[in-house]
C-alpha cells in the first residue's frame, strides 16, 4: 500500500443523507482542504449531519464521502484514525474514571502498551497544558477541564484532521478563548461547527448551512452576512 | 403510546371490573381441565378480542409471538405426554392471553393508570404516596426516549475514538449522565413547587412560633 | 438534613429513570430458542443494574414502575410486548422474580460487596450477590410458574432455563463491572457506604 | 396573614453555602428589586448556586435568604409560586411525556384542577405563540422548543420573578433572539445568568460573580470590562 499523503483531502460527491424519508443534506458537493474550516447555520439545518459524514459517523445515502483514497462507506475504522471528533457535550466522550486512564483508552485500541502508552498520552496532556489533571477523576472536572480532556483524548489519536461540533457552546469566556487558542494552534486541519460567530473570524473559509445545502461557501465575513440575513428573516 | 384509542363495547365497560373478570377467569381456567370446555371458553376469548374492533393487521402482529409459544408448548406436551393435556395446556393458555389482550385493548392507558392509583391507595400506610408513584410511571414514559438518545450520542462518540462495541464502556458514561441528570431534574421538579409529603402526613417540623 | 422532601424527589426521580433504563433495554430484540417459550432478553441487566446501583429499596421499586407500566398495557417489554397477558404467559415467573431480585441484589450488594475493601473481594461479593439476585431468584419463580402455566414437566422448565446461564453469567458480569466503576465515580449514591480509598 | 406585595424584593443577608468543606458562596449582601438583573462569571465562579438560593433550591448554610417577608429556609413552597426557575437543559426540566401535560404538572402542583387547569395552560401556550406544540410529545421538540415549552411551564404558575440560568447555550441565533425578545417583554422580574454577553447590554443592573463572591454590582458596561479583566487575566 502506498503511504497515505500527510493530510490528505476529504472529498464529497453527489452526497445526499436520507432520515425517515426527508432529505438532511441534499446534493452536496464539497472538496476540504483548508487548515481551518468553519460550519455555521441554525438549528437543525444539517451542520452536525455534515461533519459526521467526514468521519463515517454517517454514511451517506447516496454519493460517497472521501478521505484521501479512502471511502467512508468501506474502510470507516481506518478513516476515523485520520479523522478525530471532539463533540459538543464532553460528557459522551469520557469513558473511564480517570482522566490518563480516559485518554490512554483509544490509543489502546490502537494496540500500543506500556511506557510507549503512557509517554503519548504525557506527551499530549503537555502539549495541552493540562498535566496537573493527570489523576483526576474524570467525572469531578469542571466543564472547561472535561473539554480539554475531550480534545486530549482525540488528539492523542494523532489524526491529521479534528473535527469540532459546538465545543464551546457550555463554556465561560476565558474557557472558550483558551479552547479557541488551543484549536488556533493545532497542526491539524481542524473543522469547527459553531454558533459563536466570533471564534472563526479567522479562517480561511466558512461554509453556511441552510435547511439541508451548502448555501454559502466563502471568506468568513460574507458568510456570517449571509447567516445573520437568514436568521433575522 | 398505545397507539388508536380503545374503541368497541368493551371500552365502556370499568376497568376494575374487567380485571376482576380476569382474576376470576385465571382461576375457572385451571379448574376446569376438560377439552369441549376448554374450547368454548376459547371461543368467548376470541370473540373479546375481536369485540376490541383492534385492525385485523395490529392484533396479527400482536398475537404472532403468542402463537408461536403455545405452538412450541403444544409439540413439546404431544411429545411428552397425552394429546389430551397438550390441547388443554395450550388453549387454557391461549385463552387465558387473549382474555388479557382483550382487557388491555379496550382500556384507555390513563384509564389503567387511574385504577392503579385507586389499588395503590392504601399503600399510603406503608409510608408510599400515590401522588409520587403517578409521578414515576409518567416520568418512566418520558425517559425511555431520552436515554435512547442518549445511549446513542455516548455510541458514536465511542465509534469516533476507535471502540466497537463494549458494553461496560458504554453503560458507565451512560449510567453517569443519568444520574446527574436525574438530580437536576429533581430540582425542576421542586422549583415547580412539587410536594412529595403531602401536608397531612409530614411529619409536623418542629413549631419554633 | 433539611427539608426532607428534595431527597424524597430525587428518589421518586432515581426509580423513574431506572425504569425506563430497564425499558430501554428491551428495545433490543430478544432471541428465543431451546425447549421452554422465554426468551433471552437484556432487560435483566437493567433489573441487576437497578439494584446494584440504587440499593434494595429504590432499585425493587422501579422496577415494580416499569412492570406496572407494563400491566396497563405498554409495550416496553423485550420484542415490544405489555398487557396482563404477558403476565400469564409462560414468563411471567421471571417477570414477578424481578422485583425481588433487585431487592436481594441491593441488599446484598450495599450491606455487603461495597463493605469490601480490597478490589478484588469486593468485585468478587459484588458478582456473587448479582449472582444470587439476579439468577438464583429470578429462577426461583420462573421454573415452576413455567412449568405449571404451560403444563411442562419441572424438570423441562428446569432444563429449558440452562439455555439462560451463559448470557445471564455475563449479564452478571457487565453489571457488575459497570455498577463498581459508577459508584466509584459517583459515591453519593448509597449514601454512607464506605468504598476503598476514601 | 397580609397581602403581600406585588412584586416583593429579594434580600440575601450574610449569605454563606459550604459544599463538601469549601465555600462555594461568601458572606452575600444583596438587595434584587431592578426589573432585569443578569448575572456573569467564569465556570464555576457559583453563579447556579447564587441563583438557585433565591427559590430554596439551595439553602444558606450561614446567613438567610428572604423573598418579600418569607425566607427561604421556612416556607421554600410558597417562595417557590414566587420565583420560577428556567433551566439551562431543557431536557431535564420537562418531565410528562405531553407538552400540555408538562405545563400543567406544576399548576397541579398549586392544586387547580378541570377548565380553570386548561384555560390556565392554553393561556401561556398563546402568550408564547407556541399553541401548536400543545399535543406533541415532549421528546420530539426541537432544542428550541423545547426552551420554549420550558419557559412555559415556569410562565403558567405566575411567579413574580423569573430566573433563568443559561437559557441560551443550546440555542442559535434565531432562537436565541427569539427567546431574549420573549424575556424582554415579560412583566414579571427577570434574572438571567448568562455566557452570552450581547443578550444583557440593555439591562439595569449586572453582577459579576468571581470565586464565590460579587466582584461587581452595577451598570452592564462596566460588568462586562469587568468580566473581560478578569477573564483575560
Ligand atoms: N436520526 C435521525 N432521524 C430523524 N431525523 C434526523 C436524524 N438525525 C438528524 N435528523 C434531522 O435532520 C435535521 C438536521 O439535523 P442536524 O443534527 O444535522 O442539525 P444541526 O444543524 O446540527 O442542528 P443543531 O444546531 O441543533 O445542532 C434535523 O431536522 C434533525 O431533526
Ligand atoms: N453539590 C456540590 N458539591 C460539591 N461542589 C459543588 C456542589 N455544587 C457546586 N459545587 C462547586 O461550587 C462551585 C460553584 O458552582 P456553580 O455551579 O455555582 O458555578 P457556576 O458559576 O454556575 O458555573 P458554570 O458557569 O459552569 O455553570 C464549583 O466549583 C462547583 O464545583
Ligand atoms: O419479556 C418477558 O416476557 C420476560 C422474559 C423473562 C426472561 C427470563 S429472565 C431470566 C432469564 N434470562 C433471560 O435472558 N431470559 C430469562
Ligand atoms: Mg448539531
Ligand atoms: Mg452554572
Not at chain 2, 81 to 99: G, K, N, P, Q, Y
Amino acid at each position: 500500500m502506498p503511504p497515505e499523503p500527510a493530510n490528505p483531502g476529504i472529498r464529497l460527491t453527489g452526497v445526499t443523507v436520507t432520515r425517515e424519508g426527508t432529505d438532511v443534506l441534499r446534493d452536496v458537493d464539497l472538496t476540504l482542504d483548508e487548515h481551518r474550516i468553519a460550519v455555521i447555520g441554525l438549528n437543525g439545518s444539517g451542520k452536525s449531519t455534515l461533519v459526521r459524514l467526514l468521519n463515517a459517523l454517517v454514511l451517506p445515502t447516496r454519493g460517497t464521502v472521501r478521505v484521501g483514497e479512502l471511502t467512508t462507506a468501506q474502510d470507516a475504522k481506518r478513516i476515523r484514525r485520520q479523522v478525530g471528533f471532539v463533540f459538543q457535550n464532553p460528557e459522551n466522550q469520557i469513558v473511564m474514571p480517570l482522566v490518563a486512564e480516559d485518554i490512554a483508552f483509544g490509543v489502546k485500541n490502537l494496540g500500543l502498551r506500556g511506557t510507549e502508552l503512557t509517554d503519548r498520552v504525557d506527551a499530549v496532556l503537555d502539549r495541552l497544558g493540562i498535566t496537573h489533571l493527570r489523576d483526576r477523576e474524570s467525572y469531578t472536572l469542571s466543564g472547561g477541564e472535561k473539554q480539554m480532556v475531550a480534545l486530549a483524548s482525540v488528539l492523542v489519536m494523532e489524526p491529521s484532521t479534528v473535527v469540532f461540533d459546538e465545543p464551546t457552546t457550555m463554556l465561560d469566556r476565558r474557557n472558550r478563548r483558551r479552547l479557541q487558542r488551543t484549536i488556533d494552534h493545532l497542526d491539524q486541519r481542524a473543522i469547527v461547527v459553531t454558533h459563536d460567530l466570533e471564534m472563526i473570524s479567522a479562517y480561511e473559509r466558512t461554509l453556511v448551512v441552510h435547511e439541508g445545502r451548502i448555501a454559502f461557501d466563502g471568506e468568513p465575513a460574507a458568510a456570517l452576512d449571509f447567516y445573520c440575513r437568514i436568521s433575522d428573516s | 403510546m398505545n397507539g388508536s384509542r380503545p374503541g368497541g363495547p368493551l371500552a365502556a365497560v370499568p376497568a376494575g371490573c374487567k380485571f376482576g373478570f380476569l382474576f376470576v377467569a385465571s382461576i375457572v381456567l385451571y379448574a376446569v381441565p376438560h377439552v369441549p370446555a376448554q374450547v368454548a371458553f376459547f371461543v368467548l376469548a376470541v370473540t373479546a378480542v375481536l369485540l376490541t374492533r383492534t385492525p385485523l393487521r395490529r392484533l396479527g402482529r400482536l398475537l404472532l409471538g403468542l402463537f408461536l409459544v403455545v405452538g412450541i408448548v403444544f409439540a413439546t406436551l404431544v411429545l411428552t405426554s397425552t394429546w389430551e393435556a397438550a390441547a388443554v395446556s395450550a388453549l387454557r393458555l391461549l385463552s387465558l392471553c387473549l382474555f388479557a389482550y382483550a382487557v388491555t385493548l379496550s382500556t384507555a392507558f390513563s384509564e389503567m393508570l387511574a385504577l392503579f392509583e385507586t389499588l395503590l391507595r392504601p399503600t399510603r400506610h406503608l409510608g408510599l404516596n400515590s401522588a409520587q408513584i403517578s409521578l414515576a410511571l409518567s416520568m418512566t414514559i418520558r425517559f425511555i426516549p431520552e436515554i435512547r438518545s442518549q445511549y446513542l450520542a455516548i455510541r458514536e462518540a465511542q465509534f469516533a475514538r476507535g471502540l466497537h462495541n463494549s458494553p461496560v464502556a458504554v453503560l458507565v458514561p451512560l449510567l453517569v449522565r443519568t444520574l446527574e441528570s436525574a438530580q437536576e431534574i429533581s430540582s425542576a421538579i421542586d422549583a415547580r413547587c412539587y410536594d412529595s409529603a403531602p401536608p397531612a402526613r409530614r411529619p409536623t417540623p418542629p413549631v419554633s412560633d | 438534613m433539611s427539608a426532607d422532601s428534595p431527597q424524597t424527589t430525587q428518589n421518586t426521580v432515581l426509580v423513574a429513570v431506572f425504569a425506563a433504563l430497564i425499558a430501554a433495554l428491551g428495545l433490543v430484540p430478544p432471541i428465543t430458542i431451546g425447549i421452554v417459550p422465554v426468551p433471552i432478553t437484556l432487560q435483566t441487566l437493567g433489573v441487576m443494574l437497578a439494584g446494584a446501583l440504587l440499593g434494595p429499596v429504590r432499585g425493587m421499586l422501579s422496577v415494580v414502575v416499569l412492570e406496572v407500566l407494563v400491566l396497563a398495557g405498554l409495550p416496553l417489554l423485550a420484542g415490544g410486548r405489555g398487557g396482563f397477558g404477558v403476565f400469564l404467559g409462560p414468563t411471567g415467573g421471571y417477570l414477578i422474580g424481578w422485583i425481588p431480585a433487585a431487592l436481594v441484589i441491593g441488599f446484598l450488594v450495599q450491606h455487603w460487596a461495597l463493605r469490601q475493601t480490597r478490589p478484588g473481594t469486593r468485585f468478587a461479593a459484588a458478582l456473587l450477590s448479582v449472582v444470587v439476585g439476579g439468577i438464583g431468584v429470578i429462577y426461583a419463580l420462573g421454573v415452576p410458574w413455567t412449568a405449571v402455566v404451560t403444563g411442562l414437566p419441572l424438570s423441562t422448565s428446569l432444563l429449558g432455563s440452562l439455555v439462560f446461564i451463559p448470557g445471564d453469567l455475563l449479564k452478571a458480569v457487565v453489571a457488575t463491572a459497570v455498577a463498581l466503576n459508577v459508584h466509584r465515580s459517583y459515591r453519593r449514591l448509597l449514601g454512607g457506604v464506605q468504598t476503598a480509598g476514601r
